[in-house]
Nanobody, 118 residues
Framework: QVQLVESGGGLVQAGGSLRLSCAASGSIGSISAAGWYRQAPGKQRELVATITSSGRTNYADSVKGRFTISEDNAKNTVYLQMNSLKPEDTAVYYC????????????WGQGTQVTVSS
């Protein structure tokens, strides 16, 4: 079993920055990849960024050049550094992790609210 806990969300002005953290505990060795999703009310859930166990990253076009996903293996933590935030980035952000032998996200965090004001 893996537990994921997000933190770092909040309210910022457009152009500001936030760093989200996702702390994992439990059977860390079962995780093959991790990522961040976001969802605004009434909108489809969007995959924002992913990182594999080998460090390969991928980003949605809407956040390329502004967001950076990284990992600290010593702390079992994945981060999402968000710079140059825009109002359209407002959403609940969820940390998720894939498990070896499964396709797609298997473990999910509880979500953290990010609100960007105009």
């Amino acid at each position: 079993q893996v537990q994921l806990v997000e933190s770092g969300g909040g309210l910022v002005q457009a152009g500001g920055s936030l760093r989200l953290s996702c702390a994992a505990s439990g059977s860390i060795g079962s995780i093959s990849a991790a990522g961040w999703y976001r969802q605004a009310p009434g909108k489809q859930r969007e995959l924002v960024a992913t990182i594999t166990s080998s460090g390969r990253t991928n980003y949605a076009d809407s956040v390329k050049g502004r967001f950076t996903i990284s990992e600290d293996n010593a702390k079992n933590t994945v981060y999402l550094q968000m710079n140059s935030l825009k109002p359209e980035d407002t959403a609940v952000y969820y940390c998720a992790a894939d498990r070896w032998g499964y396709n797609g996200a298997y473990y999910w965090g509880q979500g953290t609210q990010v609100t960007v004001s105009s």
